[in-house]
T-cell receptor, first 109, second 113 residues
Framework: AQRVTQPEKLLSVFKGAPVELKCNYS??????LFWYVQYSRQRLQLLLR??SRESIKGFTADLNKGETSFHLKKPFAQEEDSAMYYC???????????FGAGTQVVVTP | NAGVTQTPKFQVLKTGQSMTLQCAQD?????MYWYRQDPGMGLRLIYY???????DKGEVPNGYNVSRLNKREFSLRLESAAPSQTSVYFC????????????FGSGTRLTVV
């Protein structure tokens, strides 16, 4: 069965420190993975997707098929990065997404 | 520039009451989804609609029904609300196999007492 695991419920980091949010998945097919972010009082929005290999707001994520991981990284955290982050896996041709439980990131000055 | 619009934003129901959550999108997307968001559980798919006139169950469909009224609108109905349905509900839409991802509504916070 498809599964997305985000092992950390809460990550607290200092401004300027590196931050890494872990995401592991289980899926027998070819995975398509996404990171979504929800800032306080805002709707969920797409942060980045593995297929585009892009960097958004300083965040990057690399798909590691061997380790079945898609960790999100940023070398220098900013206070505006404080938010809830969800890893998501597209599980079929209709694009249904399966989400992880989410990681709350708190960046303190 | 509305994107995905959900109504209402907040609702309190008594156990056994019914209600319909409304969702409309103006991006000409074929696919629409209803998720519920619960602490520690992330977002779980309730129902989805791959195109106008079709609907399918997701991971947690029990206690819910949906209607894809037309291409724009996808409603979620609770026939007899239960406290376990207290949650934040999100509607989303996407183009077919759209790897640019979903567009989400702002959510409906539902409390069942």
């Amino acid at each position: 069965a498809q599964r997305v695991t985000q092992p950390e419920k809460l990550l607290s980091v200092f401004k300027g420190a590196p931050v890494e949010l872990k995401c592991n998945y289980s899926y027998s097919g070819s995975p398509e993975l996404f990171w979504y972010v929800q800032y306080s009082r805002q709707r969920l929005q797409l942060l980045l997707r593995h297929i585009s290999r892009e960097s958004i707001k300083g965040f990057t994520a690399d798909l590691n098929k061997g380790e079945t991981s898609f960790h999100l990284k940023k070398p220098f955290a900013q206070e505006e990065d404080s938010a809830m982050y969800y890893c998501a896996l597209a599980t079929d041709s209709w694009g249904k997404l399966q989400f992880g439980a989410g990681t709350q990131v708190v960046v303190t000055p | 520039n509305a994107g995905v619009t959900q109504t209402p934003k907040f609702q309190v129901l008594k156990t056994g009451q019914s209600m319909t959550l409304q969702c409309a999108q103006d991006m000409n997307h074929n696919s629409m989804y209803w998720y519920r968001q619960d602490p520690g559980m992330g977002l779980r798919l309730i129902y989805y609609s791959a195109s106008e006139g079709t609907t399918d169950k997701g991971e947690v469909p029990n206690g819910y029904n949906v209607s894809r009224l037309n291409k724009r609108e996808f409603s979620l109905r609770l026939e007899s609300a239960a406290p376990s349905q207290t949650s934040v509900y999100f509607c989303a839409s996407s183009a077919d196999r759209d790897l640019t991802g979903y567009t989400f509504g702002s959510g409906t916070r539902l409390t069942v007492v």
